[in-house]
């Protein structure tokens, strides 16, 4: 009987140990993952460009290279590169470069300044089939020398002149556009540049 007494409080501070434990550790125990990211812009540049593209030409070309391997004044051996170019010119104006200025007073609108013709030609080749010979094999440089002359060769087909004079044509057929406003309000386009003529201001 004694024995039972003693025990009875010391399963009821065993109970209360557990009921206390469990209880912390209910508290303390996470109910829900979380996750947090922080996401930090370093760089966010945006560039306006006011560049005005009047004329784009785009043609293509093929090229046959041929290397010959000659013996005492006989040719031996030959293999060749064939080559495809894609090629697109573009005639572009900075319009930040033009200078204009508007007499509210007099109705003008004087244009000070034209900006220049900027000519961007970017070819690219590919390369549609080497035949090689076992003897004599065509090198990574030889390739590279082909691709570079195709280039060169694309570059030197554009008629630049031809190009700056049809893009300055187109020009004009733009900024005719936009004056058309102007003399809708009643302004005198004043060239000072003389590069005007064409739109019979």
Known sequence: ????????????????????FFSFRSCFKPTEKT?????????????KMNKMVVLEQ???????TKFGYEFLGKEMTSNSIIT??????QVSYDLNKMKMEVDSINKKLI?????NADIRITPSVEIQSVDDSFINRISEKDIKNVQNKAKQTA???????????????????????IFVLAKALNYKIE???GKLGVLGL
Do not use: C, W
């Open 191 to 193: 060239d000072q540049t």
């Open 35 to 47: 996750e947090k990211s922080d996401y930090y812009i370093l760089t966010n540049q945006i560039s």
């Open 58 to 64: 785009d043609f293509s070309a093929m090229q046959k």
């Open 155 to 177: 570059i030197k087909s554009v008629d630049q002149n031809k190009l700056r004079s049809e893009g300055h044509q187109q020009l004009m057929e733009n900024l005719n556009n």
């Open 1 to 20: 009987m004694k024995n039972l007494r003693l025990l009875i409080p010391f399963i009821a501070g065993v109970l209360l140990m557990l009921i206390l």
């Open 111 to 115: 244009i000070r300044e034209l900006p």
């Open 84 to 89: 495809y170019t894609k090629t697109n010119a």
